[in-house]
């Protein structure tokens, strides 16, 4: 059964931190890219940040570049989100997603599995 689960959410306070991680099932994982999303109430899952399978090709929303990193562990089966400087606006649910095609991209449509996401919450 394919499998793909968020954790690291919560709340913070702006300026902060929190890492995200995602751990998929290893069928779901290998030679996957994996990408990041967040969804607000009332609006179209976005995307954040996406990753290669080698790690060597990473991509990022215009609004989180320079603020989140994306990486990962392939022996973990493990991928991290890394938020640095949250601000209120970051808040959202938070999901993880693997494309099987191994395409690095910031097409919905191009991800087959998905977590059920986790709750990120920026208070200013």
């Known amino acids: 059964q394919v499998q793909v689960v968020e954790s690291g959410g919560g709340s913070v306070q702006a300026g902060g931190s929190l890492r995200l991680s995602c751990t998929a099932s290893g069928h779901t994982f290998t030679g996957s890219a994996m990408g990041w999303f967040r969804q607000t109430p009332g609006k179209e899952r976005e995307f954040v940040a996406a990753?290669?399978?080698?790690?060597?090709?990473?991509k990022y929303a215009d609004s989180v570049k320079g603020r989140f990193t994306i990486s990962r562990n392939n022996a973990k089966n493990t991928v991290y989100l890394q938020m640095n400087s949250l601000k209120p606006e970051d808040t959202a649910v938070y999901y993880c997603?693997?494309?099987?095609?191994?395409?690095?991209?910031?097409?919905?449509?191009?991800?087959?599995?998905w977590g059920q996401g986790t709750q990120v919450t920026v208070s200013s």
């Open positions: 990753i290669s399978w080698s790690g060597l090709i990473t």
């Open positions: 997603a693997a494309s099987a095609r191994g395409v690095v991209t910031t097409t919905l449509m191009e991800y087959n599995y």
